[in-house]
């Protein structure tokens, strides 16, 4: 009942005096046509009387008046609605706008206008209607608040979420309106409205707003420690803690040294420990904590991550790149391209090839280059203008339109030609930083004039067809975006082979293999508008400033090397 009232309510609107010039109320459609009305267009007689509209529907239907409509009344017989009315005591014609419902659903499918004609023989009369005051503020303890009303005329009260002291009645009145008290943190707005149905009063509906405070939490005393997770390398020997607030505090951890093992207030606690001289990581725990009451935290531990000592095959590198933001002008010298020139699509970065030599230069070492290769004309299935290389702001190489066919390619040049039987390595880093990332790829090098797969390829079923990939692109939506349960996940690629022949020239490239999304959920079919909607394919190779989505930072260069 409650669901119906609150649709009716709705329903409910007040018309001021003046005569429609239409012929016949037009029949209203509700859900393609399963719904309509038809009124005759002479109102119902000021003395009183009947008139009766006829209801085409699919549905059940049952017919209200609203409640400030009570000169009025509703019978159904088949499909014919009759519409009654008492005797108009008013000089102005009078309106009431009737619910037609589906029975079923108990929702509003349509509604009609009942009308009545003006009393020529009574005087002219104008009721008044006041509400004070329209906004109260109240305490976030506070159960109650209180408004006036001031009418010569009938009115209705209605409210969500509250009781009324009074929901209906005439003349003068004060409401009273309860509540719980508010136990949050935010404030609370409460709307009550107050309505009459009276053609004759000029301001129908108020509003009364009241806006209870929220709770305010004021905390004895102020404790925090900063930060919580610290990562060193391996020939590190000190980190430092810092405290704030008001209280004394203690400090303890087991294998470091604390200075100092206490204090109040403000301080910084320097933690010494040995350097790590194994390949395995080592982890300090220092809890920092008070017995003073009164704080919301009273103990945090700091995780202090000591990395091992990297140990492996020497590399002679051949071409070397550090993407970091101090590094993105250097990175996008030769790698700019605009999505869009004077509004409209650049052609240049739907046209298939390397988008004219469009690269990414070694800046570290050596000589080698990275390019992105658009496999097909993308301009069909790229409306909003989207595709397009760069640079991002934490200089991270960025491929905006990927799809199925493209290709990364990386290209390092050795001083001298490299013969049969040469490992190399290749170390780069994708991360996805949306959903929409494609998901499955395949990394491949140029043997002598044969792409061979480097690294064991793997198949998957996408829309029932294979495919063959060995680096896969993971986005977890349900992550907290944090590094104990991140959104997007680094794939990295550290992986050797061996030539077969010998070759001048290292080339690798890694082929989109299918538009499955990193997230899994499904295909995408065209180039979206932006990298936070849907359908946006981006893919982006990580550096060590972009740990965004709660991936781990990258510390490592991305290389083509040759194992020693």
Excluded at 99 to 120: G, H, K, L, W
Excluded at 407 to 420: D, K, M, N, R, V
Aim: proline share 6%; charged share 20%.
């Amino acid at each position: 009942m409650k669901k119906i009232f609150t649709l009716l309510s709705i329903a409910a609107l007040l018309f001021t005096a003046c005569e429609p010039t239409q012929e016949t109320n037009g029949p209203e459609d509700y859900a393609g046509d399963r719904t309509k009305v038809t009124l005759p267009s002479e109102p119902i007689p000021y003395s009183g009387g009947s008139v009766t509209a006829t209801v085409s529907s699919e549905l059940p239907f049952t017919v209200s008046v609203p409640k400030t409509a009570s000169w009025l009344s509703a019978s159904i017989s088949g499909d014919q609605v009759v519409f009654t009315a008492n005797e108009n005591p008013n000089a102005v014609i009078r309106f009431a706008k009737v619910a037609i419902i589906d029975s079923n659903d108990e929702i509003v499918m349509t509604s009609v206008e009942v009308r009545q004609a003006a009393n020529p023989n009574a005087e002219p009369v104008e009721h008044t209607l006041s509400v004070s005051p329209l906004e109260i503020a109240v305490a976030a303890d506070a159960t109650s608040a209180t408004f006036d009303i001031t009418s010569d005329t009938e009115w209705v009260v209605e409210g969500t979420g509250v009781t009324l002291s009074k929901e209906s009645g005439s003349g003068n009145a004060s409401i009273t309106v309860s509540f719980p008290a508010n136990e949050k943190t935010e404030p609370v707005i409460y709307t009550v409205s107050v309505k009459t149905g009276d053609p004759t009063v000029p301001r129908p509906e108020y509003d009364v707003v009241i806006t209870q405070a929220a709770v305010e939490v004021i905390p004895a005393h102020t404790f925090n420690v900063s930060p919580l997770e610290i990562s060193v390398e391996a020939d590190a020997t000190a980190a430092e803690i810092v405290v704030e607030g008001d209280v004394a505090w203690t400090a303890a951890g087991e294998g470091v040294t604390l200075e100092p093992a206490a204090g109040e207030g403000n301080g910084k606690i320097a933690v010494s420990f040995p350097a790590n001289d194994k390949t395995e990581a080592v982890t300090y725990n220092v809890k920092v904590s008070t017995t003073v009451e009164g704080v919301t935290t009273p103990e945090f531990t700091v995780v202090i991550t000591q990395k091992g000592i990297q140990t492996g095959p020497t590399l002679e590198m051949l071409a070397q790149w550090h993407f970091c933001t101090s590094e993105a002008d250097v990175l996008g010298a030769h790698f700019a391209e605009d999505a869009k020139i004077d509004g409209a699509t650049n052609p240049a970065s739907c046209k298939p090839g390397f988008g004219d030599d469009l690269y990414c230069a070694a800046n570290e070492s050596g000589n080698g280059r990275i390019m992105f290769y658009n496999a097909t004309d993308k301009t069909d299935i790229n409306p909003k203008g989207r595709c397009k290389r760069g640079i991002g702001n934490s200089g991270e190489p960025c491929w905006y339109g990927a799809w199925l066919g493209d290709y990364i390619w990386f290209e390092a040049t050795p001083t001298a030609p490299l013969a049969a039987g040469t490992t190399l390595n290749i170390w780069f880093t994708l991360r996805p930083n949306t959903a929409n990332t494609l998901k499955y790829w395949l990394l491949e090098i140029n043997d002598g004039g044969t792409w061979v797969p480097v690294g064991e390829v793997k198949t998957a079923t996408v829309n029932g067809v294979a495919v063959k990939y060995n680096i896969e692109l993971k986005f977890d939506p349900s992550g907290a975006g944090t590094t104990d349960s991140p959104k997007q996940f680094n794939s990295e690629v550290d992986r050797n082979y061996t030539l077969t022949k010998a070759v001048d020239k290292v080339e690798y490239k890694v082929t989109c293999q299918s538009l499955m999304i990193a997230d899994g959920t499904k295909v995408v079919t065209y180039i979206g508008e932006s990298s936070g909607k849907d359908e946006n394919s981006v893919v982006r190779m990580a550096g060590e400033d972009s740990s965004g989505g709660g991936s781990t930072p990258v510390t490592h260069h991305t290389w083509i090397a040759i194992v020693k």
